[in-house]
Nanobody, 115 residues
Framework: QVQIVESGGGLVQPGGSLRLSCAAS????????MGWYRQAPGKQRELVAA???????NYADSVKGRFTISRDNAKNTVYLQMNSLKPEDTAVYYC?????????WGQGTQVTVSS
């Protein structure tokens, strides 16, 4: 009954920007934390950024200063503003949210940074 809808992925040149969006809908009580993970070919999945219901944030060292995570609690929507993108940011980005003991995942959206 819970649906996670992601958007905003695509192809961008190095130094460019993308804004990812993820909206959770359906039967859900409350979402404590929403975040973004990414996985590049041949690499392990890693946490990119996360944000709690109280708007506390956490970022991977590799994206600090370039990425900004935000959320709209009323809409159960999380955003990831990605600036100064680098080729090493290329990966499939997955939206994740925790509601009590339950975890939900998006389908993943491809972000490709290339000239």
């Amino acid at each position: 009954q819970v649906q996670i809808v992601e958007s905003g992925g695509g192809l961008v040149q190095p130094g460019g920007s993308l804004r990812l969006s993820c909206a959770a809908s359906g039967s859900i009580f409350s979402i404590y934390v929403m975040g973004w993970y990414r996985q590049a070919p041949g690499k392990q999945r890693e946490l990119v950024a996360a944000i709690t219901s109280g708007l506390s944030t956490n970022y991977a060292d590799s994206v600090k200063g370039r990425f900004t995570i935000s959320r709209d609690n009323a809409k159960n929507t999380v955003y990831l503003q990605m600036n100064s993108l680098k080729p090493e940011d290329t990966a499939v980005y997955y939206c994740n949210c925790h509601a009590g003991p339950v975890q939900y995942w998006g389908q993943g959206t491809q972000v490709t940074v290339s000239s």
